[in-house]
């Protein structure tokens, strides 16, 4: 579940008017005859991260619709009353389905929800649903893993620094991803954790970016959402994995992959279904399999056998031979959390407020 909050000193951000700060892309001039669509980010647009990756995704829709949608988005949207407003202002501008890409939206579109039920409303890593409010996300972890591996076979002292935001279910199961997959091809491994408390705060990263190499990290990662952990991490020579985008260009040396989503497909569905009057409300995770979960470009130094590895255990995932959270599984103290031939659910990932054995940190944060 993602509570995000933006922290980003760029020119983009020059005060309190950016907070509504609108784009709209090109779209049919009749406006009665096209059908509006609109995304609520809590970060900028192009933030290289969380919010770029569906911003992409709506563009995709623009592409595949053309003239037949209107697509719009609204960034830097804080939480609490505020989002509201902006749901409402998107509601009188006549769009007919809305985005929001946050957990910490989710209180405002339950009640916007309630009082538009002519509008469709979707939210990415909720947990709440009504007859015109739908949730979805995707199966990241299985990705995450996948780039753990990459980060564990890169790594000579068997240590590596991760940078996290907060200490909720859905950061906590993806940094327990990415241990198991460092320790798959590491085995002992450990993985550091250094707690920011904020989804993008360039600042706050690199300052846990070098925390970590100061404490013995030879190999970073992160599932924060700006590349300022790349950044330092090329600076140094230090092996990186990025998280939610294809950063490769901010750490050409350094790079490693990343674990990345790809909306575009599922967000065309929803359009499409919203404007052909065959929408319904659900809960949508999706995977490898069905395209929405993948791996970014491997940087210089992933080897050909990493590579390879990494193929093999992706095969495993995508047939169901695989999977990173059954039994055995033991937390950081040794008490055994998933037994042999159990396997956990989304639900129980959904509540995952445990850290796996090899991991350092609290779960609390």
């Known amino acids: 579940m993602k509570k995000r909050r933006f922290a980003l000193a760029l020119p983009l951000v020059l005060g309190a008017a950016l907070v509504l700060a609108l784009g709209v892309s090109t779209g049919s001039a009749k406006q009665q005859a096209t059908f509006k669509a609109a995304w609520i980010y809590v970060g900028p647009h192009d933030d290289h991260g969380w919010s770029q990756a569906h911003d992409k995704g709506r563009l995709y829709v623009q592409k595949q619709l053309g003239s037949k949608v209107q697509t719009t988005f609204k960034e830097l949207v804080p939480e609490g009353p505020q989002t509201c407003q902006v749901i409402e202002s998107l509601v009188r501008d006549g769009n007919k389905i809305i985005f929001a890409t946050s957990f910490g939206l989710q209180n405002c579109m339950v009640s916007e929800a309630k009082k538009h039920p002519d509008v469709k409303f979707e939210q990415a890593t909720g947990t709440a649903q009504s007859k015109n409010l739908a949730e979805y996300f995707g199966a990241g972890e299985d990705a995450i893993y996948l780039s753990g591996m990459a980060a564990g076979a890169a790594s000579k002292k068997g240590v590596i620094g991760y940078v996290v935001p907060f200490a909720i279910p859905e950061v906590i199961r993806h ?125 210089p130094k992933v080897t050909a056998k990493t590579k390879s590895a990494i193929a093999a255990k992706k095969s495993a995932i995508v047939s169901g031979k695989f999977y990173e959270f059954s039994g055995p599984l033991y937390d950081q103290k040794g008490k055994l959390r998933v037994k042999k031939g159990q396997k956990l659910s989304v639900k129980d990932l959904y509540a995952m407020n445990w850290l796996v054995k090899g991991v350092i940190g609290s779960a609390k944060g």
């Open 175 to 299: 940094a327990n991803a990415f241990a198991l997959g460092a320790q798959a091809t590491h085995p002992g491994m450990k993985v550091h954790l250094i707690w920011t408390n904020s989804w993008l705060d360039p600042g706050k990263e690199k300052r846990a970016a070098q925390n970590l190499v100061a404490a013995g990290a030879d190999v970073l990662g992160q599932n924060v959402d700006s590349p300022a952990t790349g950044q330092y991490a090329e600076s140094k020579g230090v092996p990186w994995v990025g998280y939610d985008s294809d950063a490769h260009t901010f750490a050409p040396k350094q790079w490693l992959t990343a674990a990345v989503y790809n909306w575009g497909p599922y967000y065309l569905r929803r359009v499409k279904a919203a404007m052909n009057n065959s929408w319904k409300s659900g809960f949508y995770y999706g995977s490898i399999k069905d395209g929405m979960i993948g791996l970014a470009s491997y940087g």
